[in-house]
T-cell receptor, first 111, second 121 residues
């Protein structure tokens, strides 16, 4: 069974602060995706990374994929209340179509 | 449609009843996935279709769970003789799959529906 660890599990910060969420595995990913999920809705895809060392930016969100393709991070600059939600990383491994999800990071941004 | 749709959005069943959950994937998407999400957890894989073929059903928790996609588009997840532990959100996702090309960033990008929240009393 492939395991994907995500940390922290809960994060509560003030508006304007920066934060980083981590996603780690002992296995090499063929691709990794970050999703954001709000209560009562399905996960919404934020980004896909496939190349080791890759960095992608989406407005105030920066996604990094580790050189060895075993880990990833999501950094949010100057968090806003609208960033509140559950952030999920999901990886797929060579030869597998299914996504394996981490348990998620529940982010609360307080005004 | 523009995105993945699922119906019903909410389902309450008495223990022992059968339920059927529907998924309409994005038009043209070859691959379709079902996931189960327990409260406070990430989604867990149930089964995968490529067109009408069910290529992986290793995540189905018991033989009470059955999924089909007879014409390679709409899919139905059926749960027979529901139990309380079946209570969860059932998510459907679709992706370009093979058409996206192995190695491309779009290859396994999965787009999720809003889910069906199943409550078994």
């Amino acid at each position: 069974t492939q395991l994907l660890e995500q940390s922290p599990q809960f994060l509560s910060i003030q508006e304007g602060e920066n934060l980083t969420v981590y996603c780690n595995s002992s296995s090499v990913f063929s691709s990794l995706q970050w999703y954001r999920q709000e209560p009562g809705e399905g996960p919404v895809l934020l980004v896909t990374v496939v190349t080791g060392g890759e960095v992608k930016k989406l407005k105030r969100l920066t996604f990094q994929f580790g050189d060895a393709r075993k880990d990833s991070s999501l950094h949010i600059t100057a968090a806003q209340t609208g960033d509140t939600g559950l952030y999920l990383c999901a990886g797929s491994w060579a030869g597998s179509y299914q996504l394996t999800f981490g348990k998620g990071t529940k982010l609360s941004v307080i005004p | 449609g523009a995105g993945v749709s699922q119906s019903p959005r909410y389902k309450v069943a008495k223990r022992g009843q059968d339920v059927a959950l529907r998924c309409d994937p994005i038009s043209g998407h070859v691959s379709l996935f079902w996931y189960q999400q327990a409260l406070g957890q990430g989604p867990e894989f149930l089964t995968y279709f490529q067109n009408e073929a069910q290529l992986d059903k290793s995540g189905l928790p018991s033989d009470r769970f059955f999924a089909e996609r007879p014409e390679g588009s709409v899919s139905t997840l059926k749960i027979q003789r529901t139990q309380q532990e079946d209570s969860a959100v059932y998510l459907c996702a679709s992706s370009l799959g093979v058409r996206g090309g192995i190695g491309s960033s779009s290859y396994n990008e999965q787009f999720f529906g809003p889910g069906t929240r199943l409550t078994v009393l």
